[in-house]
């Protein structure tokens, strides 16, 4: 899939390069650290622009979110 161009400082930007340092991103750390409030927009915009990215549901007794990273070639 064609890579699409990522403007410099975007929200997505700052999504692609935290999840290329290899750590995961939640929708509260994305909040707290980006300002992004709609994580999830911007994960399909990179994965439309043809980053594979992988989600995992995380889940405490109340609650449940996504992690999304990078997805890894193992």
Do not use: C
Not at 45 to 70: E, S
Request: net charge positive.
């Amino acid at each position: 899939m064609k890579r699409g161009r990522i403007l410099e400082g975007s929200q997505e930007w700052n999504v692609l390069h935290h999840l290329q340092s290899g750590a995961e991103l939640t929708p509260f750390f994305a909040l707290q650290q980006y300002g992004i409030l709609r994580l999830a927009a911007r994960i399909m915009m990179l994965r439309q622009a043809g980053h594979a990215i992988d989600t995992r549901i995380v889940r405490n007794q109340r609650k449940a979110w996504a992690a999304y990273a990078l997805h890894r070639n193992d």
